[in-house]
């Protein structure tokens, strides 16, 4: 499985911009990007995907970089609640067997919002 | 509010009884997934079904069975379960394969003793 490097931790406030970024220097050329969060005693929620183009939605904008080997996941305002575990993830669409539906979440990346 | 339902939410079962874990979600999604979670470590696949009919083994299948019951519910059965079952457990859909985002339950969470 292609690996993500993530920093342990962050810290914003509230209301600023926040750029998690994430290191995938293994990445293959079938592999998504995904991003998921997960607050204390939740379950993981969707953020946000993307393959090769700048992704944006609702909650968030993803930057990938031109040879995909790296990653920005940007919250454009940062409020209380988006502070969380953030998970960079590569996932496979074409895998088969085992790895069908694996999300390999590694330890992410501890967000801390200051009021 | 939409999204997947998982029940019960906490569980205490003692070694060798059985449970089932219930999953079901209102998406109309395709794939439906069973994930756990332990203290440090990610979350790993237990079971998957792929599309309504079909059940597949993740990583992490022993011990466990699976029912995809309708296009809605995908259920977990533990039928001995064992102190290493303790664990959080998630219930996930998705359209199908990962080219789209996975909609994740709440979890149940299960004590062996």
């Known amino acids: 499985d292609a690996k993500t490097t993530q920093p342990n931790s962050m810290e914003s406030n509230e209301e600023e911009p926040v750029h998690l970024p994430c290191n995938h220097s293994?990445?293959?050329?079938?592999?998504?990007i995904h991003w998921y969060r997960q607050l204390p005693s939740q379950g993981p929620e969707y953020v946000i995907h993307?393959?090769?183009s700048n992704v944006n939605n609702r909650m968030a904008s993803l930057a990938i970089a031109e040879d995909r080997k790296s990653s920005t996941l940007i919250l454009h305002r940062a409020t209380l609640r988006d502070a969380a575990v953030y998970y960079c993830?590569?996932?496979?669409?074409?895998?088969?067997?085992?790895?069908?539906?694996?999300?390999?979440f590694g330890q992410g990346t501890i967000l801390t919002v200051h009021p | 509010n939409a999204g997947v339902t998982q029940t019960p939410k906490f569980q205490v079962l003692k070694t060798g009884q059985s449970m089932t874990l219930q999953c079901a979600q209102d998406?109309?999604?395709?794939?439906m997934y069973w994930y756990r979670q332990d203290p440090g470590m990610g979350l790993r696949l237990i079971y998957y079904?792929?599309?309504?009919?079909?059940?597949d083994k993740g990583e992490v299948p022993n011990g466990y069975n699976v029912s995809r019951l309708n296009k809605r519910e995908f259920s977990l059965r533990l039928e001995s379960a064992a102190p290493s079952q303790t664990s959080v457990y998630f219930c996930?859909?998705?359209?199908?394969?990962?080219?789209?985002?996975?909609?994740f339950g709440s979890g149940t969470r299960l004590t062996v003793v």
């Open positions: 993830i590569l996932s496979d669409p074409y895998a088969g067997g085992t790895s069908y539906g694996k999300l390999t």
């Open positions: 079904s792929a599309s309504e009919g079909t059940t």
């Open positions: 293994t990445i293959s050329g079938t592999d998504y």
């Open positions: 998406m109309n999604h395709n794939s």
């Open positions: 996930a859909s998705s359209e199908g394969g990962m080219r789209y985002g996975y909609t």
């Open positions: 993307g393959l090769t």
